[in-house]
């Protein structure tokens, strides 16, 4: 009698101790949503279907540029894309799937990239790509990875100096979808602007005197003007242009992987690593 009461005592015990582990549960399922963003565990709950279907196709799909020197290039002989966006988008697959060779690279230019990623084609866009209040309405972005501002570029000997030069009689070239063409058009009001599919058109029309003057972010120019010696970008930079990495909507753990690995780049000095090797120049502090 004795110890039957005993064990229905145990009995009790075990029961309310799976109550409470039950209710805990219940609880960590309400912060889960906050909780999922933050680490690895996600991979388990509701908030990280995106990060789940990365992990189960074992790859990076990620949206690069493949005309745009220093940030992203494809050589045609070796057919190997190189740049700063690349090694990025590398350290992000490192980072989520353990091996920054599990990456699928591909194309999008400045106009296909946002489309390219609603679409369900890409998990990212690592591609020279500002951060604004109009595409933070289409996608959500990563904290800034670096720091670019509009500048413009034209054949040496130019009578063009600077934006102060630049009037509604220039004729200015530049690509589909990018900040840049709006930018110059509120600068310069009634200014003409030839836009291209791609900077690597751009770049060819200006070769050709189809236009005065390239524009678009200062770093993409110098990796133009490094191209060739008849080319110099000239003035300073008249707009900010910070860029983020873009991702679908909604897809906050993606956004959380990002993010944590930039942190990580910074704190290991990776990212100054990565910045000096395209960039030429450590990053300002
Ligand atoms: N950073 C600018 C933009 O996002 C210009 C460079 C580009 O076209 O990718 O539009």
Not at 81 to 90: A, L, T
Not at 103 to 112: A, P, R
Not at 135 to 159: C, H, I, M, N, W
Not at 192 to 217: H, I, P, R
Request: proline share 3%; with cysteine; net charge negative.
């Amino acid at each position: 009698m004795n110890k039957s009461k005993k064990s229905f005592k145990w009995l009790g015990a075990l029961v309310l101790a799976a109550m409470l582990v039950i209710s805990g549960c219940g609880n960590n399922n309400a912060g889960g949503k906050n909780a999922a963003a933050g680490g690895n565990n996600a991979a388990a709950s509701g908030d990280s279907e995106a990060i789940a279907k990365i992990k189960e196709r074992g790859k990076l799909l990620v949206g690069v540029k493949y005309d745009t020197r220093l940030f992203g290039l494809k050589d045609p002989a070796s057919g190997n894309v190189e740049g700063f966006d690349i090694d990025i988008s590398k350290a992000i697959a490192k980072h989520i799937l353990g091996d920054e060779n599990a990456i699928e690279l591909k194309e999008v230019t400045s106009k296909t990239r946002i489309p390219m990623l609603n679409n369900g084609e890409i998990d990212m866009v690592v591609a020279t790509m500002t951060i604004t209040e109009d595409r933070k309405k289409e996608v959500d972005f990563s904290d800034v990875y670096f720091q670019a501002g509009q500048s413009l570029l034209v054949k040496k000997g130019s009578p063009i100096k600077g934006l102060e030069d630049v009037t509604k009689d220039t004729k200015i070239l530049g690509s589909k979808g990018a900040t840049s063409i709006k930018n110059i058009k509120e600068k310069v009001p009634g200014v003409t602007v030839l836009e291209f599919d791609n900077y690597q058109d751009a770049f060819s029309a200006l070769k050709a005197g189809q236009g005065d003057a390239l524009t678009t972010d200062d770093a993409i120019l110098y990796g133009m003007a490094s191209q060739d010696p008849d080319f110099e970008v000239v003035g300073e930079p008249f707009t900010d242009e910070p860029y983020g990495i873009a991702i679908q909507k909604g897809n906050s753990d993606v956004v959380q992987a990002v993010n944590d690995t930039l942190a990580e780049l910074k704190e290991s000095g990776d990212y100054d690593a990565i910045y000096t090797k395209w960039i030429g120049k450590a990053p300002a502090k």
